[in-house]
């Protein structure tokens, strides 16, 4: 049996511009964190005593005999990609809902994968798992999905992802004193809105409106680079970060109908009243999870104002996806 752990993620600047669609002509960047907050993945060898030949539960339970069969498109379409014979069991558990904003569908691949490598005694470094879960989505699946959930839930971190026109990612840890991360991490508040979407089709017509949204885009990685300074200046003094989370979801929202709601802008005119000093939908709109940047004395106040809201305390995660239990019985049955 192998258990995999693999991180969900907060996206802060430069989300849009990690669409294969903008930044292969444009190049891209983003800056963001893994949190954690997981998504757990269990597999084994299913015993051949059984009418079908893989079981499958997440929010629904499959049971079926050829792979072709399987509805949950990243299981289908991993299981073939890596040419999976062997009849398996596969368990999905998770700290975050679906569809929430938090790169979930992303932490499921980049998870499946590491778990099925595991099973088949195979080490893969984080870039190929990354680029791999990149390609199932994009290519195989086809969602409209960008390029950057798979990377945090495949590394793990605070960092920048730079997205070239060549295709090239790269990803660089934004170094900063142990106390100056820890104040940072300290200002942020996690609220769950209860409203759930399909990223997909969500981000369809912001696809659609790249071009017409250049303009937007541009600043929006431009703000990138401006958090960055704002984190590696040396100083313990990040409200600044807060007032440009504010600018770049004023950005967002411009860039479809379907990112924002009535109820999603009263949330957020409620905690900015109550002491927020800016923030913005996780994910790619429309629902899901929202973060703010409030300094630690209005906290409460926040809290107390959204009380109708989960909060989610979180903290970063450095690890990326693991194993973190490792009993290859298939290697040793083959």
Known sequence: ?????????????????????????????????????????????????????????????????????????SIRETLRYL???????????????????????????????KTLNALDGKVITKEKIYKEAIHIEQNLIKENVGSQDQVWAACGGLNTIGFL??????????????EYLRS?????????????????VVAQEQIQNTH??????FEMRELVDEAYKILTSGKDDFVDFGRLLNETWQLKRKLSSKITTR?????????????AVGGKLCGAGGGGFIVFYVETENQERVKKALN???????????????????KPDYLNNR
């Open 1 to 73: 049996m192998i258990i995999s752990r693999t991180p969900h993620r907060i996206s802060f600047f430069g989300g849009g511009t990690d669409y294969p669609s903008w930044y292969l002509e444009h190049g891209g960047k983003v800056l963001g964190a893994a949190i954690d907050k997981y998504c757990y993945i269990t597999c084994r060898v299913l015993p051949p005593f059984f009418k079908h030949k893989h079981r499958l539960a997440y929010s629904k339970v499959e049971t079926v005999t050829v792979i072709d069969e399987i509805q949950h498109p």
């Open 83 to 113: 040419k999976i014979e062997c009849g398996l069991e596969i368990h999905h558990d998770g700290d975050i809902p679906a569809r929430s904003g938090m790169g979930s569908s992303s932490a499921f691949t980049v998870g499946l994968l």
């Open 165 to 178: 026109q060549s295709g090239e990612i790269i990803v660089e840890p934004i170094i900063m004193k142990e």
């Open 184 to 200: 940072f991490e300290n200002k942020f508040m996690l609220f769950f809105t209860g409203l759930s979407r399909n990223a997909s």
């Open 212 to 217: 017409r949204n250049r303009n937007e885009l």
């Open 263 to 275: 109820d999603i802008d009263d949330v957020y005119e409620t905690a900015v009243k109550n002491g």
């Open 308 to 326: 109708n809201f989960l909060h989610v305390p979180f903290k970063f995660d450095f690890s990326g996806s693991e194993i973190i239990v490792y």
